[in-house]
T-cell receptor, first 113, second 117 residues
Framework: DAGITQSPRHKVTETGTPVTLRCHQTENHRYMYWYRQDPGHGLRLIHYSYGVKDTDKGEVSDGYSVSRSKTEDFLLTLESATSSQTSVYFC????????????FGPGTRLTVL | RKEVEQDPGPFNVPEGATVAFNCTYSNSASQSFFWYRQDCRKEPKLLMSVYSSGNEDGRFTAQLNRASQYISLLIRDSKLSDSATYLCVVNFPRGIRTGGGADGLTFGKGTHLIIQP
């Protein structure tokens, strides 16, 4: 157990509404990541953070923003949700090891109608 | 060429058999390699890291061939509980500001394994 929680676990929303997903970790890890998983695709990196207020884009960042105001929380925001953002979102932390082993939260299942 | 490629399966294997998966990756600068396991509607869980010399963890053996850019996973004496999707995962540096190591992982689409009684 890597001490990662995500909230909400499930959400249904409508197109055009803003949505914020939260990832919370209890072990003071520096690096945190947001991925999405869709049928027919591997997990894809959306954004990541390498410290408080330090974030960078991943491969599928369009339509998403992130914030990290404290070590334990990494927020993912969909400013105006679209149906193409229906997905399962996973947060991950990087362990302290040299290999970039990552451990995942339980996921948030988001449906945009 | 896709960055990490796996046979999606499904592999239907009788209990007790040995099964092997391969995975190829495109970026020769890749630095670290992993196998994750994912059960249906659950998060990926690290099964094992893959070392250059190969490594074994109980019934599981992982091999890395850097020259040919492929990774393998061997499961011996398969159990019903081994039924899952196995994800081949590679890390290579992509960031600009952070340099290597801090960036996200690149995942294959997974190989679906079904162990049959």
């Amino acid at each position: 157990d890597a001490g990662i929680t995500q909230s909400p676990r499930h959400k249904v929303t409508e197109t055009g509404t803003p949505v914020t997903l939260r990832c919370h970790q209890t072990e003071n890890h520096r690096y945190m990541y947001w991925y999405r998983q869709d049928p027919g695709h591997g997990l894809r990196l959306i954004h990541y953070s390498y410290g408080v207020k330090d974030t960078d884009k991943g491969e599928v960042s369009d339509g998403y923003s992130v914030s990290r105001s404290k070590t334990e929380d990494f927020l993912l925001t969909l400013e105006s949700a679209t149906s193409s953002q229906t997905s399962v979102y996973f947060c991950a932390i990087r362990s302290g090891g040299p290999l970039n082993e990552q451990f995942f939260g339980p996921g948030t299942r988001l449906t945009v109608l | 060429r896709k960055e990490v490629e796996q046979d999606p399966g499904p592999f239907n294997v009788p209990e007790g058999a040995t099964v092997a998966f391969n995975c190829t990756y495109s970026n020769s600068a890749s630095q670290s390699f992993f196998w994750y396991r994912q059960d249906c509607r659950k998060e990926p869980k690290l099964l094992m890291s893959v070392y250059s010399s190969g490594n074994e963890d109980g019934r599981f053996t992982a091999q890395l061939n850097r020259a040919s850019q492929y990774i393998s996973l061997l499961i011996r004496d398969s159990k019903l509980s081994d039924s899952a999707t196995y994800l081949c995962v590679v890390n290579f540096p992509r960031g600009i500001r952070t340099g290597g190591g801090a960036d996200g992982l690149t995942f294959g689409k997974g190989t679906h394994l079904i162990i049959q009684p």
